[in-house]
């Protein structure tokens, strides 16, 4: 239990004349827990916070003006935490004087854990409010108030309840769909619709207490918040956390890996990112592949105009890099050594970028550019879609005398690589992607570089709706698929041919798409990820 703070308090009035307080630290920045100003107005930052327990508690008080207005407070039972008996007090005497039952803990008080355990008895409806300010400065102390709340016992019997994390990002709402599909009840917990970080804590503490979920699932930790919040909240209520991480999961971890704890588990669509999963402290670390969804992805349906060859995804190219660029410290300089390491990367799946780096910078007597870990990274990121980039525009242009046909992206390709290959508008994932698929009678498939071995969603997606497909070669390919189920090119003279081959013999497009059909919907839907994850867990 921590027992001394890096500040002080003070207490004087505001201009409105009433009490405020800071906190005065040695060499530290005065932080104010209120207003010089006006502190009694602050109620109306809380008003998104929706008083739903039956037992409340602070978790830093401050004076307690963030809870001035609220009538409910009069007939619940609230425990007031605070590392400074004053503000505990002044809270309980001035701000909550009509409560019924309000009991105050500091760090002067003894026997904390007794009295916090007595307060939560059975662990059913109680809530968390934290001040902000005061949380923050002595979070040692308050963490170790959380510590003593353990609601593991509440939720040990299972609901058969899956809590997704939504928003707008890929898979999630196949996710959703697919627990209907296995005969779990599927909740879903929209982050971005939170105004603020109390209110999201607060949500998603009512949802998870009321409805007592088996699994908190989340698409590259979208839905987790930066503070930590959810990763202790579900620790301290047993509940498991699943992440499928379908991206490069080191930049998502740059500021959530502080997070992770032994109630996180992690499965990543590519193989060769689980050593480092391994070691970020993360329960499990496993290879899960992506999945397709066989209810979007339909064999009837509208078609759009034929193609005869085509190829569906963005150019990843200027205003793509421009949006990685701007997370680091980008130097336009850096170009060169780039695209050469990017080249070579296209060469070789596993070269270790950074290394390369380096090994080239100390050839050319240059020093590299970058001593942290954020700059890295990124810098990393920048190279691999710099690849990936590169990669797909040296398909299109060796593609042109076949008349390709692009779809997506048709601002990003034209600059890329200017009009010289029709391009279609963006498509909408859910809704018109099959029904485009379904109309090129060759599909191309290009993989990023970002997947060493892992195979991409056109794999999966393409013979899902009856489309076919001649993909790049991946390590992990025929590990999923048998070889009279997928045609494959491990050159761009190789893929020529295969076009031309397989645009002449219908009837083995046919069979070979279908045959990958059914393996994908015996074995390649988001049900059966589902279900992994659900069996490893």
């Known amino acids: 239990m921590l027992k001394n703070s890096s500040y002080t ?56 003006y963030h809870l001035m207005g609220q009538e409910v407070l009069k007939t619940k039972k609230i425990l007031i935490v605070d590392y400074y008996k004053q503000c505990a007090d002044f809270c309980r005497s001035e701000i909550l004087a009509d409560c019924t039952s309000a009991e105050v803990i500091s760090s002067e008080s003894d026997m904390i854990d007794e009295k916090v355990k007595k307060f939560t008895g059975d662990g059913t409806g109680i809530q968390i409010i934290r001040h902000p300010v005061a949380y923050k400065v002595n979070k040692q102390f308050y963490d170790s108030v959380l510590q003593m709340i353990s609601l593991k016992a509440v939720h040990k019997v299972k609901s058969g309840k899956i809590l997704i994390l939504t928003g707008t990002f890929f898979m999630q709402e196949e996710l959703v769909d697919a627990c209907s599909q296995a005969g779990f009840v599927a909740m879903t917990f929209n982050a971005d619709k939170m105004n603020g970080i109390i209110q999201y804590e607060s949500k998603l503490e009512m949802l998870i207490q009321k409805e007592k979920p088996d699994l908190v699932l989340s698409v590259n930790m979208k839905g987790i918040d930066g503070s930590g919040i ?235 709706c009856g489309g076919f497909v001649v993909s790049d070669s991946q390590t992990d390919i025929f590990e999923l698929f048998s070889t009279d189920e997928i045609v494959t090119y491990d050159s761009l003279d190789e893929l020529t041919e295969k076009i031309d081959y397989y645009s002449e013999h219908e009837k083995e497009r046919q069979n070979i798409s279908f045959r990958a059909r059914m393996h994908i919907i015996s074995e390649h839907t988001v049900k059966n990820r589902l279900q992994k994850i659900e069996q490893l867990i």
């Open 9 to 64: 308090i003070e207490f004087f009035d505001a201009q409105s004349g009433y009490r405020s307080a800071r906190l005065i630290g040695t060499d530290l920045p005065t932080l104010h827990l209120h207003s010089l100003v006006k502190p009694e107005n602050e109620s109306k930052y809380y008003n998104d916070i929706s008083i739903w327990g039956d037992k409340l508690i602070l978790l830093g008080s401050g004076l307690g």
């Open 230 to 464: 959810l990763c202790e909240l579900t620790e301290r209520n047993g509940i498991p956390v699943a992440v499928w991480f379908v991206d490069d999961p080191r930049p998502i971890l740059l500021h959530q890996q502080k997070f992770v704890n032994s109630n996180i588990f992690a499965f990543c669509w590519e193989k060769n990112y689980l050593p480092f999963l391994k070691k970020c402290g993360f329960a499990k670390a496993e290879y899960l592949p992506l999945a397709t969804d066989p209810d979007r992805f339909i064999t009837d349906g509208p078609r759009i105009r034929a193609a005869r060859l085509g190829f569906v995804g963005s150019s990843m190219g200027k205003d793509f890099l421009q949006e990685i660029a701007s997370k680091f410290l980008w130097r336009s300089e850096l170009d060169p050594l780039v695209r050469t390491v990017a080249r070579m990367l296209i060469t070789d799946k596993t070269c270790d970028v950074l290394s390369e780096v380096r090994k080239i910078c100390t050839d050319m007597s240059i020093d590299y550019p970058y001593s942290d870990q954020r700059n890295d990274i990124w810098f990393q990121s920048y190279i691999i879609h710099t690849a990936s980039m590169l990669k797909r525009k040296s398909l299109v242009e060796h593609l042109k005398i076949r008349n390709l046909e692009l779809f997506g992206d048709p601002h990003g390709w034209n600059q890329l690589i200017g009009n010289s290959v029709v391009c279609h508008p963006d498509i909408d994932y859910r809704t018109q992607l099959a029904s485009v698929y379904r109309s090129i009678i060759i599909n191309v498939n290009s993989t990023s570089c970002q997947m060493a071995s892992a195979v991409n969603q056109r794999v999966f997606d393409i013979p899902a």
